[in-house]
């Protein structure tokens, strides 16, 4: 039989295994009217704790003497069911933060007062198994302190089992959120980048970000080993790999952290899977008719030997650019500009047949090669009429010349389309 050694109220006391291990002893009553010495009736133990820390249990024997039994039991419930539903491991922590924040949050509670939750939409974004866990913590708390917490302590709960599980502090999870969630703006800026947050390949780059979120707060990098992979990498998924750097000249701007080869490579795998089945979409770059791309009258475009894409009927004499991106190709004679967007869609433009041979004449550039671009930025200017005039042909094809790269092209279907309107949607392989 387990025997009393310390009382710290009527319903805790401290005892000790037959090994000698010091342990925390709870149960409604189970040191009334009891001494050191006396014996604790094993029908009225409710929960022993055997920490692995003595700080830990120091710490935990404060609290048991401070708040209510109930509320530990609470704690220990909602801990209970993310290790079995989750099969969560957690740091002896969780049994003292929990306990405490769940006896505020109760008392705030009961005195009307209601705390605002500023990550609770990161949290419920990138921790979603934690999130869950708070949720229920809120019935579990509802049945058995018969109060209903605010929707934002689910999230509080949350990140408690966060920290529990990475073993860091509060601060340093709420700066971890914040990294993870810069990150992401970065990626979602990048135009035509569309993430399915649903998806197990964006699980596993949440839980890349986290662990990457931490080493950045550590100022740790991985063991820079990986230039064979990284060459690799860099050759197979040139389109990903300008976003990593990016991200990476972000990081070292913001937090002086230099993301080494190790880490860009794992990034850009982590970003190709999420972006595996992205669509990326191609507006037009100038108003007219749409034109089946095979009804062109030129085969290198007709049979697609440029790429899968449409042509257009101008309407007007202006070229504007169909996505973000860089000048990479430009004729001296102004006809064809093509254009390398920030997702790694290779778009040309071609005003007209033959037009090559005008020499340049009546074409107005207003960019030069290399030039970095915006998504409806004017490009080039063109005598529609002149042009016509000289027995031209001005039907422009737009073309995804890096067709292989991707799973597959669509073309919009209509005919008439205005500068800006989505006329390719590509999808990624």
């Given at each position: 039989m387990m025997r009393i050694e310390k009382i710290l109220n009527n319903n805790v006391a401290v005892s000790r295994t037959d090994d000698g291990k010091e342990i925390i002893v709870m149960g409604r009553g189970l040191a009334?009217?009891?001494?050191?010495?006396?014996?604790?009736?094993?029908?009225?133990?409710?929960?022993?704790?055997?920490?692995?820390?003595?700080?830990?249990?120091?710490?935990?024997?404060?609290?048991?003497?401070?708040?209510p039994l109930e509320h530990i039991l609470i704690a220990e419930e909602i801990i209970?069911?993310?290790?079995?539903?989750?099969?969560?491991?957690?740091?002896?922590?969780?049994?003292?933060?929990?306990?405490?924040?769940?006896?505020t949050a109760i008392d705030r509670q009961h005195k009307e007062i209601s705390l605002k939750n500023p990550l609770r939409w990161d949290i419920k974004r990138f921790y979603p198994e934690e999130n869950a866990i708070g949720v229920q913590a809120l019935d579990i708390i509802q049945k058995k302190a018969g109060i209903r917490l605010d929707d934002d302590e689910a999230a509080f709960?949350?990140?408690?089992?966060?920290?529990?599980?990475?073993?860091?502090?509060?601060?340093?999870?709420?700066?971890?959120?914040?990294?993870?969630?810069?990150?992401l703006e970065i990626i979602k800026q990048e135009p035509g980048i569309e993430m399915d947050e649903n998806s197990i390949n964006y699980f596993r780059f949440i839980t890349h970000l986290k662990f990457f979120a931490q080493r950045i707060l550590e100022a740790k990098t991985k063991d820079d080993d990986a230039r064979d992979l990284y060459d690799l990498v860099k050759q197979k998924y040139s389109r990903v790999l300008p976003l990593?750097?990016?991200?990476a000249s972000y990081?070292?701007?913001?937090?002086?952290?230099i993301m080494d080869l190790s880490e860009k490579t794992y990034f850009t795998l982590h970003l190709q899977r999420i972006m595996k089945h992205t669509t990326i979409c191609i507006a037009s770059p100038l108003d007219g008719t749409l034109v089946p791309i095979t009804e062109v009258?030129?085969?290198?475009f007709s049979k697609k030997m440029m790429g899968e894409g449409v042509a257009i009927l101008p309407d007007t004499g202006k070229v504007f650019a169909p996505a973000d991106?860089?000048?990479?190709?430009?004729?001296d004679t102004f006809h064809a500009v093509g254009i390398h967007t920030g997702t790694g869609v290779d778009v040309l433009i071609h005003i007209g047949r033959d037009t090559v041979k005008l020499g340049g004449k009546y074409?107005?550039?207003?960019?030069?090669?290399?030039?970095?671009?915006?998504?409806?930025?004017?490009?080039?200017?063109?005598?529609?009429?002149?042009?016509?005039?000289?027995?031209?042909?001005?039907?422009?094809?737009?073309?995804?010349?890096n067709t292989a790269e991707f799973s597959a092209v669509y073309i919009s279907q209509g005919s008439k389309v205005h500068t800006g309107d989505t006329i390719l949607t590509v999808e990624g392989k």
């Open positions: 009334f009217r009891r001494r050191i010495g006396d014996g604790i009736p094993e029908n009225l133990v409710e929960k022993v704790f055997s920490l692995q820390s003595s700080e830990t249990t120091e710490k935990l024997q404060k609290l048991a003497s401070e708040i209970a069911y993310a290790e079995k539903t989750y099969c969560k491991k957690l740091y002896d922590g969780i049994h003292i933060s929990l306990a405490d924040h769940i006896s709960i949350a990140m408690h089992f966060v920290n529990a599980e990475m073993n860091q502090n509060m601060s340093q999870i709420v700066s971890m959120t914040r990294i993870m969630n810069e990150i990593t750097e990016k991200v990081l070292l701007e913001r937090y002086t952290y009258k030129d085969e290198a991106g860089e000048v990479d190709t430009f004729c074409f107005t550039p207003h960019i030069k090669e290399g030039d970095k671009v915006k998504k409806g930025q004017l490009l080039i200017e063109f005598d529609m009429k002149a042009i016509k005039e000289a027995g031209y042909d001005i039907t422009t094809p737009v073309t995804v010349v």
